[in-house]
């Protein structure tokens, strides 16, 4: 059974500051996606990152990077200098056997809201 | 634009009512999905469809329904089954390989 953690149900950072959100991940495919979605107050889910397990090099996509260390199953998101907008909760996401037909849903961890302060 | 769009934003039901989800999006994806949230926790698989005239269930299918007639529509009924309805869902697409799934804006369906 696959299975994602997020141990931090909250985080505070301050405004223009680096900050890390946890996750943890388990499964026995060893082929599997990790994504990273934004859901702000309003709702909508929005994609931010992933990595897949083959990738040899950390994803970033602007000031996002995924601090991916697959020995200990972890897929940490780390935010760049951190904007009041960046205030959401942050959820951590995983598809294993990625490369057949199978079943493609995520698996989502409980999540971590940030919260940037001026 | 392309995109998924969901309706309606709100949805209130009685006691012993089915209630219907919309799902649409013009993504050309062939599959779809839609999940639960309840406050403060993640996104749970209620229902999943990879293609036209098929579905299976996800890990909390008990109370709901679905349809996939056509390849851009993917409703939800709630049924009156479903005895703690009240929850955000929210229904996506795509997702083939490491591509990332798609989400519509949600519906807050409340029970009156």
């Known amino acids: 059974a696959q299975k994602i953690t997020q141990t931090q149900p909250g985080m505070f950072v301050q405004e223009k500051e680096a900050v890390t959100l946890d996750c943890t991940y388990d499964?026995?495919?060893?082929?599997?996606?990790l994504f990273w979605y934004k859901q702000p107050s309003s709702g909508e889910m929005i994609f931010l990152i992933y990595?897949?397990?083959?990738?040899?090099q950390n994803a970033t996509e602007g000031r996002y990077s995924l601090n991916f260390q697959k020995a200990r199953k972890s897929a940490n998101l780390v935010i760049s200098a951190s904007q009041l907008g960046d205030s959401a909760m942050y959820f951590c996401?995983?598809?294993?056997?990625?490369?057949?037909?199978?079943?493609?849903?995520?698996?989502f961890g409980s999540g971590t809201r940030l919260q940037v302060q001026p | 634009d392309g995109g998924i769009t969901q309706s309606p934003k709100y949805l209130f039901r009685k006691e012993g009512q089915n209630v219907t989800l919309s799902c649409e999006q013009n993504?050309?994806?062939?599959?779809m999905y839609w999940y639960r949230q309840d406050p403060g926790q993640g996104l749970r698989l209620i229902y999943y469809?990879?293609?036209?005239?098929?579905?299976q269930k996800g890990d909390i299918a008990e109370g709901y329904s679905v349809s996939r007639e056509k390849k851009e529509s993917f409703p939800l009924t709630v049924t009156s089954a479903q005895k703690n309805p009240t929850a955000f869902y929210l229904c996506?697409?795509?997702?083939?390989?490491?591509?990332?799934?798609?989400f519509g804006d949600g519906t807050r369906l409340s029970i009156l």
């Open positions: 996506a697409s795509g997702g083939q390989g490491l591509q990332p799934q798609h």
């Open positions: 499964t026995s495919d060893p082929s599997y996606g």
């Open positions: 990595q897949g397990s083959y990738d040899q």
């Open positions: 996401a995983m598809r294993d056997g990625y490369m057949d037909t199978g079943r493609r849903a995520l698996t």
């Open positions: 993504l050309n994806h062939d599959a």
């Open positions: 469809s990879q293609i036209v005239n098929d579905f």
